[in-house]
């Protein structure tokens, strides 16, 4: 498999399923057995994975100063889109705004084998804004959501299907 490109992956809502971290594939199992709702118009997917804080120890017996790995944040998704009203993926995340339960969300990237099935990443997250900008005469009207992802996020790599 080779890199791919962005265009034609997609992102998905679910609902506030409980998902069970005990194991991964377990997870997976459970995030599947969610019902998702593509979010359409989708102009920037944003960036997400995992990141160390850091953790700074110095004793006053060394001049040495010492990092430690902290704990992981899988970041805050700014999600960007074409604003549409009537898309029914647009309105599941405006209405996850207004509420504080963490939705579940699925990106599929368009880099599938021939003949095979995408990389799919899986994830719980809290909507923390929707912002609309309006810009200059000459833009598109689109909406800037925030989404504060709270899980581990797991993949599903893409594979050849026997």
């Known amino acids: 498999m080779t890199a791919s490109t962005t265009a034609g992956a997609k992102i998905y809502i679910g609902t506030t399923l409980a998902i069970d971290f005990a194991t991964d594939a377990g997870a997976i199992d459970d995030f599947e057995g969610d019902t998702f709702t593509e979010i359409k118009e989708v102009e920037d997917l944003g960036e997400?994975?995992?990141e160390s804080s850091e953790v700074e120890f110095t004793a006053i017996g060394d001049t040495r100063k010492r990092r430690y790995k902290g704990t992981r944040d899988a970041g805050v998704i700014a999600l960007v889109?074409?604003?549409d009203p009537l898309d029914p993926g647009q309105k599941k995340v405006l209405d996850a705004e207004k509420v504080k339960d963490a939705y579940n969300f699925k990106v599929v990237v368009n880099d599938a084998p021939v003949g095979g099935t995408p990389s799919t990443?899986?994830?719980s997250a809290l909507v923390m804004s929707a912002k609309n900008s309006f810009g200059s005469v000459d833009n598109i009207v689109?909406?800037?959501f925030s989404l504060a992802i709270n899980t581990a996020i797991l993949e599903v790599v893409a594979?050849?299907?026997?």
Do not use: E, L, S, W
């Open 48 to 50: 997400f994975g995992d």
């Open 81 to 83: 889109c074409g604003r």
């Open 121 to 123: 990443y899986y994830f």
């Open 142 to 144: 689109k909406v800037n």
């Open 159 to 162: 594979a050849v299907t026997p």
